[in-house]
């Protein structure tokens, strides 16, 4: 596979028939209309994306001299469900109304719940078949990874990796709830957050998968590269994903514009410009920031303190830099010509994306 537009769409697409092929073994019958919903909403979480996280291990692969079989696309594409399940919980957690333009899990159940007319809470319901989902997509992941078909030897080399990677995505879930809860943050404590929440799992873990099936071991150059490149790409990517929580386009990120800020989010966009504000810019910002209500002159309000201070730019040099750097680790590396080109694409790609 070579690393042009159309051969990047065809990984994509690669990756969505394994999991649409592995879904549709999972779900039950069709004609069981009380677990239909469950279905519906599971297909519909993993109908959109960039897919980003397999594309990051299935170059991995290749650079480290893995063949192009179908095995790589299947354990790729359970990443895909690692990402939903994180998804469906993290939007009950931020009790977000939208995910990709769509109701969000939780918020389908309820309505499903108050048309149906039945007993109980609404919300209750709704929350709860969410965090049931979640958990249904993440062992999913875990079975199709084990079942991939990829040789036992490589599924067991990277078992370490990939149970590392899980348990770093949960700890980033509590991180970032004990960070909204201390009400008040640093740059660096929305960075770990960011880290481990984000940037790890995005593309330092998936890629450090791809190598280590293909290598069957993790050999010094390896991690090097997963730190030097992998880490520095998913801080500019969980950058950018602030970013565009506050200044993106709704009809791109398929969420209300400024959803971040009604949500409270405290992430490095956030910290970076309380540190910079006016004792007055920064109680403006304290006051209005996690308001459900806020409406579009609040989040005109706080956009302005943010450019003001001067914390969009900053996070926007930052991006290039740690974009810079890993481009330049990415040159040391000793892999493939392809995959080299393929990450620098992926790297740039996972930047400067607009959703």
Partial sequence: MTTDAASMDALRTQVERALAEFVERQLPAPGDPELEPLRTAAGELLSGGKRLRPAFCYWGWRGAGGTDVPEIFTAAASLELLQASAL?????????????????????????????????????????AAILLGNLLLIW???????????????????????????????????????????????????????????????????RLGLVLAARELLPW????????GRRVGIAFQLRDDILGVFGDPAQTGKPAGDDLREGKRTMLVARTLAAASPAGAETVRRLLGDPGLDEHGVATLRRIIQDTGALQVCEELI??????????????????ESRAALTGL?????TRTA
């Fill in 88 to 128: 469906v919980h993290d939007d009950v957690m931020d009790q977000s109304d939208l995910r990709r333009g769509m109701p969000a899990a939780h918020r389908r159940f309820q309505t499903m719940h108050e048309k149906s007319g039945w007993h109980g809470s609404a919300q209750q319901f709704g929350e709860g």
């Fill in 141 to 207: 992941s875990g079975e199709m990874w084990r079942t991939s078909g990829l040789p036992r030897e490589s599924l067991d080399a990277a078992r370490p990796v990939h149970d590392h990677m899980r348990t770093e995505l949960m700890y980033g879930q509590y991180l970032d709830l004990l960070e909204q809860a201390h009400g008040e943050n640093t740059f660096d404590s929305a960075l770990r957050v960011a880290l481990f929440k984000s940037g790890k799992y995005s593309v330092e873990q998936p890629l």
């Fill in 222 to 229: 390896m991690d090097d590269l997963c730190t030097e490149y």
């Fill in 320 to 337: 290039g830099d740690y974009l810079g750097e890993a481009l330049a680790a990415l040159e040391e590396a000793p892999i493939t010509a």
């Fill in 347 to 351: 790297a740039i790609a996972a930047t």
